[in-house]
């Protein structure tokens, strides 16, 4: 049966289909792939793509070619790297289990607060205009999901860019899947357009007042915490599936309420 005739003649696709299946554990740590020339039968692709394909898997090390045992899956957990994190959370079908998300959150809440800490320890008052338009967008945006996550990666690459840091800026750019994903489930759980204006309150007064970077970072790290804690609290009590679908429905709209008085006609 081929699974994936959307891959047909695309290693890139294919590669993507075969990612998914091993990190849905269709294809567990220490399996064996089928022979190249029945996977690829069963793929309904050619030997060359799947070839093409295999070699994108062996790049991230989540399979290794053992002679004499043809392609075994490794264990992405242990062997994988910010490649394979970006990979994962770029497969928008693929559910990722609870506990994965919150180890993502609290990843993204260390290194975010460590990147814009050094970011506003050093923003010049330029700076400080440039964020301020960049925060005032992303309120103005807080109804529309995907204007909010463009505008929040903005200004989330816009602080790497400030830090004047050659690996924080590396590091915002491999993280890019993560926080894109993390960032279209925020809305679903908390009042974000409040926390945009604390953040706003927070530049201006590290402006004025110059704290040191651990001062900074230890203050962000505390309001990451505080308006992520329902989102926290809603991955341990609720499977993925359940939140990440929440965030991808529109907002339903509350039906007024019947006015009181008067006799209504009984069905």
Wanted: aromatic residues 4%; charged residues 25%; positive net charge.
């Amino acid at each position: 049966m081929n699974r994936n005739k959307s891959a047909r003649g695309s290693p890139e696709l294919l590669a993507d289909a075969l990612m998914t299946r091993i990190f849905k554990g269709e294809f567990p740590p220490g399996t064996r792939l089928p022979p190249e020339r029945q996977l690829a039968v069963d793929l309904g692709v050619d030997r060359t793509t799947l070839r093409m394909a295999t070699k994108q898997l062996q790049r991230l090390n989540l399979v290794v070619a053992k002679h004499g045992s043809g392609i075994v899956v490794n264990d992405y957990r242990t062997h994988g790297g910010l490649d394979v994190l970006a990979a994962m959370f770029a497969l928008e079908g693929l559910p990722l289990d609870d506990g994965f998300l919150v180890e993502a959150l609290d990843f993204w809440h260390e290194s975010f607060s460590m990147t814009a800490a050094r970011a506003i320890a050093r923003m010049s008052l330029e700076d400080l205009r440039a964020l301020e338009v960049l925060l005032d967008r992303s309120i103005a945006s807080v109804h529309d999901p995907d204007a909010y996550v463009e505008s929040e990666l903005e200004i989330q690459d816009a602080l790497a860019r400030i830090s004047g840091s050659v690996i924080f800026h590396m590091l915002s750019n491999s993280t890019r899947p993560l926080r894109r994903r993390i960032m279209r489930l925020l809305p679903q759980t908390g009042d974000v357009a409040a926390s945009l204006v604390g953040m706003k309150k927070m530049l201006r007064v590290a402006a004025a007042t110059r704290p040191d970077e651990g001062t900074v970072r230890i203050a962000l790290l505390d309001a990451l915490r505080r308006q992520t804690a329902a989102f926290r609290e809603g991955l341990l009590i609720r499977s993925p599936e359940t939140v990440e679908a929440r965030a991808a429905q529109p907002r339903a709209r509350k039906k007024p309420r019947p006015k009181r008085g008067g006799r209504r006609a009984l069905a």
